[in-house]
């Protein structure tokens, strides 16, 4: 199992930006396609953004063009950039493998609102 902690959440206005950071601990890191995810209470955690171990990345619809996702296979460590940021992105984030088979780590809020 791998260790995954969140970082970089915060209160922001609409159209600002964050930039999330996941540490991983664990050699998994770096041989799996890496998510990030986003939960608001009562409903179910859906995945934004994934990239592969080779730097493919994949996009959910309502982050495309302002989500960036990147990973830094030396340093283990997942990466969001969230820019245009708007009140719907408010949710808790957490990253994971692509199967979110990982123990999930304690999450980063971000809140959007003005």
């Known amino acids: 199992q791998v260790q995954l902690m969140e970082s970089g959440g915060g209160l922001v206005q609409p159209g600002g930006s964050l930039t999330l950071s996941c540490a991983a601990s664990g050699s998994i890191f770096s041989r799996s396609t890496m998510g990030w995810y986003r939960q608001v209470p009562r409903k179910e955690r859906e995945l934004v953004a994934d990239?592969?171990?080779?730097?493919?990345?994949n996009y959910a619809d309502s982050v495309k063009g302002r989500f960036a996702i990147s990973r830094d296979n030396t340093k283990t460590t997942l990466y969001l950039q969230m820019n245009m940021l708007k009140p719907e992105d408010t949710a808790a984030y957490y990253c994971?493998?692509?199967?979110?088979?990982?123990?999930w780590g304690q999450g980063t809020q971000v809140t959007v609102s003005s």
């Open positions: 990239i592969t171990v080779g730097g493919s990345t």
């Open positions: 994971n493998t692509i199967f979110g088979n990982q123990n």
